[in-house]
């Protein structure tokens, strides 16, 4: 009896530490301008905090009027419950796209990871009677396309048009250029991707998403260039283990951290500041223009 009292105990236990994310949209007989009610409900261990997505910027094809967000412990548990309503202008298909929760442990033991929401589509209906029929009309009467003399000078122009054509095609072969294809290795792309996103100066304008949405760009392209791996649709918890094979363990933990700290700012509408982008950017440097990094040093 004990160890089964003790089995259910770690059960409870086991479960309590799962992330869970349901949503519900009332999608029965939806009309243009009708409100469109979604509910996101997420619910982790207690000590797990959520940052939600921006649904303005992710959603599109519906208009947001309400943007709620609720938060209990229950069982201890953390609930988190985002109420959505919006409304649509126009007949179809409307998606609601899938979007990033990043999730952590707040007391600082865990990592960060990135849960996405379902993707849903919901048809919205027009408000006219589908049983109308369409207004009776007349056969048309039957006209003459042109008459002889158009004919005559649309033949004219037919073999202008022609003749210019051939004219043109015997041109082009008498004059082929020849045009040499300029071969750009890793890390040359890579330096001048760098220099166009140190003068944008997105720092400067405090507009962090875009810098790091650019950096995390430019290192993704840079290991797909130089391992032929693909990376650029991995979601950071997916990337990282294809990408630790081909690093140094010291390398990889600053990947580790660069590409969480990456999420929360392009994600969770975290908080950067000049000196933090300009250390990134330096790890970058020294990742992909590393013998550049040292001569820049010496100097």
């Given at each position: 009896m004990k160890r089964f009292i003790l089995l259910i105990t770690i059960a409870g236990m086991l479960i309590a530490q799962d992330v869970h994310l349901k949503m519900d949209i009332d999608e029965q007989n939806i009309f243009i301008g009708d409100r469109i009610h979604i509910t996101y409900i997420l619910s982790g261990p207690e000590k797990h905090f959520f940052m939600m997505p921006d649904v303005q910027e992710w959603i599109t094809d519906i208009e947001i009027l309400d943007n709620r967000t609720k938060s209990q412990i229950k069982k201890h548990r953390n609930i988190v419950s985002l109420y959505l309503e919006g409304v649509a202008f126009d007949t179809g298909f409307v998606r609601i796209p899938a979007m990033p929760v990043v999730f952590a442990d707040s007391t600082g033991f865990g990592t960060r990871d990135t849960l996405y929401t379902p993707e849903k589509y919901i048809y919205i209906q027009s408000i006219l009677d589908s049983n109308i029929s369409a207004i009776a009309m007349n056969p048309p009467l039957p006209l003459h396309l042109m008459t002889w003399w158009e004919y005559l000078i649309t033949t004219v122009f037919l073999a202008l048009s022609i003749m210019l054509l051939w004219l043109g095609i015997r041109h082009h072969k008498l004059q082929k250029p020849n045009i040499e294809q300029v071969w750009e290795s890793p890390h040359d792309k890579a330096r001048y991707a760098i220099d166009i996103l140190k003068s944008q100066k997105y720092p400067e304008k405090k507009?962090?998403?875009?810098?790091?949405?650019e950096l995390t760009y430019i290192l993704r392209e840079?290991?797909?260039?130089?391992?032929?791996?693909?990376?650029?649709?991995?979601?950071?918890?997916?990337?990282?283990?294809?990408?630790?094979?081909?690093?140094?363990?010291?390398?990889?933990?600053?990947?580790?951290?660069?590409?969480?700290?990456?999420?929360?700012?392009k994600f969770a509408k975290g908080i950067a500041d000049a000196k933090q982008c300009e250390k990134d950017i330096t790890l970058i440097k020294t990742i992909v223009i590393p013998n550049e990094y040292l001569k820049e040093n010496d100097a």
């Amino acid at each position: 009896m004990k160890r089964f009292i003790l089995l259910i105990t770690i059960a409870g236990m086991l479960i309590a530490q799962d992330v869970h994310l349901k949503m519900d949209i009332d999608e029965q007989n939806i009309f243009i301008g009708d409100r469109i009610h979604i509910t996101y409900i997420l619910s982790g261990p207690e000590k797990h905090f959520f940052m939600m997505p921006d649904v303005q910027e992710w959603i599109t094809d519906i208009e947001i009027l309400d943007n709620r967000t609720k938060s209990q412990i229950k069982k201890h548990r953390n609930i988190v419950s985002l109420y959505l309503e919006g409304v649509a202008f126009d007949t179809g298909f409307v998606r609601i796209p899938a979007m990033p929760v990043v999730f952590a442990d707040s007391t600082g033991f865990g990592t960060r990871d990135t849960l996405y929401t379902p993707e849903k589509y919901i048809y919205i209906q027009s408000i006219l009677d589908s049983n109308i029929s369409a207004i009776a009309m007349n056969p048309p009467l039957p006209l003459h396309l042109m008459t002889w003399w158009e004919y005559l000078i649309t033949t004219v122009f037919l073999a202008l048009s022609i003749m210019l054509l051939w004219l043109g095609i015997r041109h082009h072969k008498l004059q082929k250029p020849n045009i040499e294809q300029v071969w750009e290795s890793p890390h040359d792309k890579a330096r001048y991707a760098i220099d166009i996103l140190k003068s944008q100066k997105y720092p400067e304008k405090k507009q962090w998403k875009l810098f790091y949405l650019e950096l995390t760009y430019i290192l993704r392209e840079y290991y797909e260039g130089i391992y032929f791996i693909h990376l650029h649709e991995l979601s950071t918890s997916e990337l990282l283990p294809v990408l630790k094979p081909y690093v140094a363990p010291e390398c990889y933990q600053k990947l580790y951290l660069f590409f969480q700290f990456a999420d929360l700012i392009k994600f969770a509408k975290g908080i950067a500041d000049a000196k933090q982008c300009e250390k990134d950017i330096t790890l970058i440097k020294t990742i992909v223009i590393p013998n550049e990094y040292l001569k820049e040093n010496d100097a």
